[in-house]
């Protein structure tokens, strides 16, 4: 039943305009001059919030499609990691905007100097070769090992991305440190699942426990 | 038998019932104009004042405009200063002391003046509002976040309390403190910072007549997330040091611990003057966006207040951030 929802034509479809929500929210409250007495922080924070979370979501889907064994999950990801991308392109854009209208000189002072400006950036930067090489063309030009190995940036994109929120609060900690755990829980499983996948390579090919001690 | 003639007075000409019962702060009006006038508040009835400053949020408090505290820059209006608050006792989001702050009892309220001073006392509200005639204040705010806005409070100096309480020699500073109660403040637990909440001032900051002890803002009783029943406005300073919902003021010998400085000594020191060359070390001080603008505008030193600068001369700005 869930796996044919999953493999239903119209699964992408929903996915894709329940990840528009959050925006399509944000930009109705710009037009109605609903954004609260700081209009340029609550868009902000409210695309700061979702690119991470975009992320967070991105990231819970190998250990989803592992733990319910549903691999259609998969059809999804890449959506997700985009979505991330854009919200975190709008984030950007923001700042750029408001923070400092297309003063350049002033984002670089601001990038150099200021740890959690340091963080977001590079969280950011590092999306960009992952939205580039998201095509099934740059994933076959690539070679999937080497597609995967680039991906793995998304571990430091999260890091960098929760450290950044970390860094920016003045005292109420809360969030930032609700965020890491979940990321903290999401890298673990994968941790998890990396032991136990070469366990059962060793535990398949004898053999080869000797020459991977031997390297060591 | 009929004794004179009906009135010649429809309905509508009544006073609405609401009205009616608004006239104390009739009163309130006629008498604050009038203690500025007097500029001493002798001449005032004690019993009508009082009762008129038996108000709570929402009720009607003003003051005489002191024209030399003006600007030309557009008010902040009052739902935005109502709506963003930094109130950590009521929820560290901005628009959580708005929610949360609604039920909060500010009456009664007792503000207990002591310390190195002739005179300690304990005020309750109207007395401490008597202490001299209220005015209305059109300030800048600069929060240490990069935000501002332009306020206008009702209130008095504070240095007509520290007249009143006679600081002898040993009094260099005077030290705040926030009223606090777990039980109507739940969220000052997870505030990430020590409560109950303090501040303070050096003597001369806290004796210059820039230094405001308000009760109201736009004609009105402070809101309870705005810091009632009296707070401290600060002009020149970070909007942190302007120390909310006060209950004790002590006149000390040493510089007085203050909350934020507490929490991360290397950012947030004991002056806190604004100050756009001196950054705070996770962000720049240079700018600041004002409340009601998409883009920012330069910070100005001392917030635009030039007239404090006598008092730091001298003194290294950036060791003394």
């Known amino acids: 039943m869930f796996r044919t929802i999953l493999y239903s034509r119209w699964a992408k479809a929903t996915v894709f305009l329940a990840c528009l929500i959050p925006g399509l929210l944000l930009v109705r409250r710009l037009i109605t001059g609903d954004l609260g007495p700081n209009p340029v922080e609550t868009l902000t924070h409210g695309t700061g919030d979702w690119t991470i979370y975009f992320i967070l979501i991105t990231l819970s889907i190998t250990p989803l499609r592992k733990i319910l064994k549903q691999p259609a999950l998969i059809r999804f990801r890449k959506m997700l990691g985009l979505f991330a991308f854009c919200y975190g392109v709008l984030h ?92 903290a829980a999401l890298l673990l499983i994968r941790a998890g699942f990396w032991m136990r996948e070469r366990q059962n390579n060793v535990a398949a090919r004898p053999t080869d426990k000797r020459s991977e001690a031997a390297a060591t | 038998m009929i ?15 609401k009205d009616f019962l608004n006239r104390r702060s009739f009163l309130t009006t006629g008498l604050a104009a009038g203690a500025a006038l007097a500029a001493g508040g002798g001449l005032l009835s004690m019993g009508s004042f009082s009762e008129a400053q038996a108000a709570l949020a929402g009720e009607k408090l003003a003051g005489v405009r002191n024209n030399k505290y003006v600007t030309d820059e557009k008010l902040t209006p009052f739902d935005d200063i109502k709506q963003y608050n930094n109130f950590y006792e009521f929820g560290t989001a901005k628009d959580d002391p708005a929610v949360h702050a609604k039920n909060f009892q500010t009456r009664p309220w007792t503000i207990e003046v002591g310390g190195e001073i002739a005179n300690p006392k304990t005020y309750d509200t109207d007395e401490i509002m008597k202490l001299a005639p209220l005015e209305e204040r059109i300030y800048r705010l600069r929060c240490v976040e990069a935000w501002s806005m332009v306020v206008p409070w009702i209130g008095f100096p504070l240095n007509a309390v520290i007249r009143k309480a006679e600081p002898n020699s040993k009094a260099k500073y005077v030290a705040f403190e926030t009223y606090y109660d777990p039980k109507q403040m739940p969220l000052g637990r997870s505030a990430g910072i020590q409560l109950p909440y303090v501040e303070g001032l050096r003597l001369d900051e806290a004796m210059h007549p820039l230094a405001l002890l308000s009760f109201g803002i736009y004609g009105e009783v402070l809101p309870n997330q705005n810091g009632a029943p009296l707070r401290l406005v600060v002009p020149w300073k970070y909007g942190f040091k302007s120390i909310k919902s006060i209950i004790k003021i002590s006149f000390v010998e040493k510089e007085p611990p203050t909350t934020w400085n507490i929490s991360a000594p290397r950012e947030y020191g004991f002056y806190s003057n604004v100050n756009p060359k001196v950054n705070h070390p996770r962000w720049s001080q240079a700018k600041e966006r004002r409340i009601g603008n998409f883009f920012r505008r330069d910070t100005l030193m001392f917030n635009g207040y030039p007239e404090v600068a006598s008092m730091y001369s001298g003194m290294d700005m950036k060791k003394n951030y």
């Open chain 1, 92 to 183: 950007f854009s923001v700042y750029m905007v408001f923070d400092h209208f297309f003063d350049f000189s002033a984002i670089v002072a601001d990038v150099i100097e200021r740890p959690y400006i340091t963080a977001g950036f590079l969280g950011f930067v590092l999306m960009i070769p992952l939205a580039i090489t998201s095509t099934k063309g740059m994933i076959r030009r690539l070679g999937g090992k080497r597609w995967q190995r680039l991906h793995r940036l998304i571990y430091a994109s999260a890091t960098a991305g929760v450290v950044h929120y970390y860094w920016l609060v003045k005292s109420d900690i809360t969030v930032p440190l609700r965020l890491a755990a979940i990321l």
């Open chain 2, 3 to 17: 004794i004179g003639k009906a009135p010649d007075m429809r309905y509508s000409e009544v006073t609405p019932k």
